[in-house]
């Protein structure tokens, strides 16, 4: 490489560098790498530890947050009220969740990019507010709910980190959600 070269690259990646800075301050790009667990930390008293769980399948409760719009994620990303994402105590960061309404049947697909909830008790997971509105809860604000991992098609992976919801998902058959209602009952929730 000639200096002349060197010069016009470095030139254009100053040019770069401070585009970016006026573009978004310093919030990491929304992606899905690199996927962070992180280490076990504490939130008002209780200890949280972060682990790689594939086979995550839970039943309990959903919520949803949104005033803290432009604040930065656990992941480093701007939050986006009405992206399709939500909060998890222990998931890597990023992972995809299918979240299914138990009332409703109603299920879509949820990208974790931050931590919560940290309310003791039967909540699992904090939606978006475009997450709660998609699964139909927005109104209600608080839902039982199963929550499980899953690795959705790339297109869909796309759809989610611009912000657009995936691909619809047909909903869970009556007798596998009067299962699940069981389950949950069963579990004193």
């Keep these: 490489m000639g200096r002349l070269e060197f010069v016009r690259n470095a030139a254009a990646m100053a040019v770069l560098l401070v585009l970016s800075a006026c573009a978004g301050g310093n919030y990491r790009p929304v992606s899905d790498t690199p996927v962070r667990i992180g280490r076990p930390y504490a939130v008002r008293g209780q200890t949280f530890t ?5 086979t995550y399948d839970m039943l309990g409760y959903a919520s949803w947050y949104g005033p803290e719009s432009g604040s930065k994620t656990a992941n480093g990303e701007r939050f986006r009220p009405d992206w399709i994402t939500a909060a ?16 409703t049947g109603r299920r879509i697909i949820v990208r974790i990019n931050d931590r919560g909830p940290f309310i003791k008790g039967p909540r699992i997971i904090d939606l978006s507010r475009g997450a709660a509105a998609q699964l139909g809860i927005k109104a209600i604000g608080y839902a039982a709910v ?3 991992a899953v690795e959705p098609s790339e297109s ?11 691909a619809d998902l047909p909903p869970v058959p009556g007798a596998i959600l ?7 009952k069963a579990a004193g929730y």
Excluded: W
Excluded at 50 to 54: E, I, K, L, R, T
């Design 178 to 184: 009067q299962n699940l209602r069981g389950q949950l």
């Design 146 to 148: 199963r929550v499980r």
């Design 156 to 166: 869909d992976r796309a759809r989610l980190r611009h912000g657009k919801p995936a």
């Design 50 to 54: 972060p682990a790689a769980d594939p």
């Design 88 to 103: 998890h105590t222990t998931l890597p960061l990023p992972t995809y969740v299918e979240v299914t309404a138990l009332q």
